[in-house]
């Protein structure tokens, strides 16, 4: 069977939400190579950009086989990626689009199934990211803060 195609299309939420140290750009800030369509510099583009593997795209995130675009970073306000063998073990990172993201809809949903097996890594602007600076925190198996109920996320305000 073969699987649904997926492409970024408008999508352009890790231009905008995730550091590339070799431009030196801030996370949460717009990458200036970012072009309505879409990246002026893709063929080449630094190494953090080239490795970066979106797990929406690559088709990690699915609902019974189909391309489900409400799970698009863009529209879900989390982007997803996965780092096998770091020092914290096998990590995925949930980068937050938006401020508070990660604690609503499908994005609450997908890091509370992932974080049954592996770390997540909730990485969220601080005041408003206009700096670059952010906060992580951990949450899944060996975090400290999951109790039998599952991982501890804010409520949905």
């Not at 630094?46 to 970066?52: D, G, K």
């Not at 997803?80 to 020092?87: C, E, K, L, S």
């Amino acid at each position: 069977m073969k699987r649904p195609s997926r492409v970024c299309g408008s999508c352009s939420a890790c231009c905008r939400a995730m550091a590339v140290h070799e431009l030196e750009k801030d996370a949460w800030q717009a990458c200036k190579h970012l072009h309505s369509s879409g990246c002026g510099i893709y063929a080449r583009r630094p190494a953090s950009c080239r490795n970066f593997a979106c797990q929406w795209l690559r088709g990690v995130l699915e609902v019974d086989g189909t391309v489900d675009s409400d799970l698009r970073p863009d529209a879900c306000g989390v982007i997803f990626d996965y780092q096998p063998g770091t020092a914290f073990g096998d990590v995925y990172t949930a980068w937050e689009v938006e401020p508070g993201a990660s604690a609503r809809g499908h994005a609450r949903d997908i890091i509370e199934g992932l974080a049954e097996r592996f770390r997540v890594m909730i990485v969220s602007p601080d005041r408003g990211g206009e700096d670059g600076t952010f906060r992580r925190r951990f949450v899944g198996p060996g975090d400290g803060t999951r109790g039998s109920s599952g991982p501890s996320l804010p409520s949905e305000s």
